[in-house]
């Protein structure tokens, strides 16, 4: 009995983010088997359930003396959907195009589903549907037809059912010439093309860029729904609230570097929390003093009220503020935009702080 | 999810190149062959000969050299039907061709963007650049049959003083096949190196120089050490018309340009990153 292999399938069942129950019961089915050792068959079949769909290993890409990313290392679960994170230029669509085996890695080795990938050799595309950063595709034919050439490239011969079903739920239509199609319906043309063979490792390049926000909803419902199916899926955006709405975890890059690596729910909790204070009337409201309470700053200050960011305890700012008549405290719940700033705030020069304070401030006036 | 799947050679890819290739070739071959039948119904006729050869001798003498130099004279028939085979308008055609696929086809798609979607399906790098060059050699060898079958549809329609050597213009077809195959293996690997404009543009560059000198070494007997630098110096038009056998070792050359430049150009691309 390979005790090893069945301590790892048991672990990853309940210890790790399995999100489809045929997984599981497929695998309840595998580690039976393995029990009774009728069928080594059975036995590879279940080591590659556990093993990750997603994986990057010390990955570094140089363009000459241009970092894209250096010693980067993540893996992806089966079934998850991961947020991938970053500002233009951290080194996101490098990533994925080293996943796609579209670039040639400096160094380090990506892996899907166990299998390395040599660049240019597409041993693992039939499984993969990938959306890229920039969707460009044939002016000059109908989208049906472009996509069908597409698909006849790998395994979708019978996707035409599919095909329609999703062009109905993105409303496009795919007899028309895709240099007659809006920025946004050739978006779609993108997402129908990531998702018509309903590939186990979907790799998404900002998908809903240029959509309308219902469009944005029924892309984040197929996201969810190949999730639920037991897709794998990467999700790179620049739209926080949408990687905020579907990802479990999620990697934040900065300058090519792994920034942080989380569930999205700590993430959040890392941002730098906010505070509005409504001061009792006639109180004149006091000047913060930043000298004394490190980590608090000043986003706005109103004729009553005081809006404040702090980061750590709330403890000391309870106490300046016990000096005072206090009509309301209230505490806005921080946005993974903000908690994605603060991330890129470390470190940053001062003159990049205060533009991220301004930005803050506009955010605050928007509420 | 299924394990490491070897792609299998990407036929709906070298089916929609080549569909795509298609009107532009189906046009270059109409003219190539509208052009061999034109040129065998002026030369048939000798009265028509002499004018053209009058009119011929007033301009400088290296436009003689384009058109065939000395071979131009009432009675040579094969020389006067040559001037189908390396009229500047043929040879230009072959040219966008031979230039106009491979670097349509490969920096084209890659510059177009949709070389990454055809890479994100079952197709490896080097799978697509061998549809590329299949189609570029193919379609250059197809043109040069329909040359020469523009000839022999001609030479059935006119009525020739004496014997026509179609065995000789079909030497002719062959070696001339390879040169436009070499020219297509040069634009490959340009295609695999640069991007469309500057693989158009270079590749052009090196033909036209090659040209240049090939006319002005035959023109002028100072420079004549210049020819076998040249591509063209490998399709010998005398050789092929005053020799029974076929010119091998011209051929060789040729192909070795062919191959060299072919699979230089595919191992590039294969260790180039795409897209740029």
């Known amino acids: 009995m390979p005790c090893s292999l069945y301590q790892t399938t048991t672990r990853q069942i309940f210890h790790h983010n399995i999100y489809n129950n045929s997984a599981v019961k497929e695998l309840g089915i595998l580690l039976d088997r393995l029990n009774t050792g009728r069928d080594n068959a059975y036995k590879s079949k279940a080591k590659k359930i556990t093993m990750k769909a997603i994986e990057i290993k010390k990955l570094s890409k140089w363009y000459g003396s241009a970092r894209g990313v250096e010693d980067l290392s993540f893996s992806v679960e089966k079934g998850e959907i991961f947020g991938y994170l970053g500002p233009n230029g951290s080194g996101k669509t490098t990533t994925i195009r080293c996943l796609m085996g579209l670039l040639r890695p400096t160094g380090g080795n990506c892996l899907v589903s166990g299998e390395r990938i040599v660049p240019g050799r597409a041993t693992q595309h039939t499984n993969i549907g990938y959306l890229p950063g920039e969707f460009r595709i044939w002016p000059g034919l109908t989208a049906r037809r472009s996509l069908a050439i597409l698909a006849r490239l790998g395994n979708g011969k019978n996707i035409s059912k599919r095909q329609e079903e999703l062009a109905e739920r993105l409303d496009l239509n795919l007899d028309r010439r895709v240099h007659t199609l809006s920025k946004g319906n050739r978006q779609k043309v993108g997402v129908l093309y990531a998702f018509q063979h309903q590939p186990e490792v979907l790799i998404l390049d900002e998908p809903t860029i240029g959509l309308d926000p219902l469009v944005r909803q029924v892309v984040l419902e197929l996201i969810r729904e190949a999730a639920h199916a037991g897709s794998t899926i990467l999700l790179s955006s620049h739209d926080l609230s949408e990687v905020a709405a579907v990802c479990g975890r999620a990697a934040i890059l900065r300058e090519g570097r792994l920034n942080e690596l989380a569930p999205i729910s700590k993430i959040v909790q890392q941002g730098r929390k906010r505070l509005k204070v409504w001061f009792a009337e006639g109180t004149q409201v006091p000047s913060l003093p930043v000298d004394k309470l490190a980590g608090v700053s000043l986003i706005q200050q109103e004729q009553e009220t005081l809006h404040l960011a702090y980061q750590g305890s709330i403890d000391p700012v309870l106490k300046w503020l016990a000096q005072y008549p206090v009509n309301r405290i209230s505490t806005p719940q921080t946005s993974l935009e903000e908690a994605f700033i603060q991330y890129y705030n470390k470190n940053q020069p001062l003159g990049v702080t205060k533009h991220l304070d301004s930005e803050l401030k506009e955010a605050s006036n928007e509420q | ?276």
């Not at chain 2, 001798?57 to 050299?65: A, E, G, Y």
């Open chain 2, 1 to 276: 999810m299924n394990s490491k799947v070897r792609p299998r050679f990407p036929l709906p890819l070298l089916r929609f190149w080549t569909l795509r290739i298609l009107p532009i070739w189906a046009l270059i071959a109409l003219v190539i062959f509208l052009f061999q039948i034109a040129v065998c119904g002026i030369v048939h006729d000798n009265e028509s000969v002499k004018t053209f050869i009058n009119f011929i001798d007033r301009l400088p003498s290296f436009i003689k050299t384009i058109f065939g130099g000395e071979s131009l004279k009432v009675g040579n028939i094969s020389g006067l039907i040559a001037i189908g085979y390396n009229h500047p308008l043929v040879l230009t055609l072959y040219m966008l061709f031979a230039v106009g696929v491979p670097t349509g086809l490969l920096a084209g798609e890659v510059q177009k963007g949709t070389m990454e979607l055809i890479l994100s399906r079952h197709v490896t790098k080097i799978h697509a650049y061998i549809c590329a060059g299949l189609i570029t050699i193919t379609g250059m060898f197809a043109l040069v049959m329909v040359m020469f079958s523009g000839t022999v549809f001609a030479t059935n329609v006119y009525e020739f003083s004496q014997e026509v050597p179609l065995h000789s213009f079909f030497k002719a077809a062959i070696n001339g096949g390879i040169l436009a195959s070499a020219v297509g293996g040069i634009a490959l690997l340009a295609a695999a190196c640069f991007q469309r404009n500057t693989a158009v543009w270079l590749t052009v560059a090196y033909l036209v120089a090659n040209y240049f000198v090939s006319i002005i070494a035959e023109w002028w007997p100072r420079m004549k050490w210049l020819k076998p630098t040249t591509i063209f110096y490998y399709v010998d038009g005398t050789k092929i018309f005053t020799e029974s056998k076929w010119p091998i070792s011209n051929m060789c050359v040729l192909l070795s340009i062919l191959v060299i430049s072919t699979v230089l150009g595919g191992v590039i691309w294969s260790r180039r990153d795409l897209p740029l």
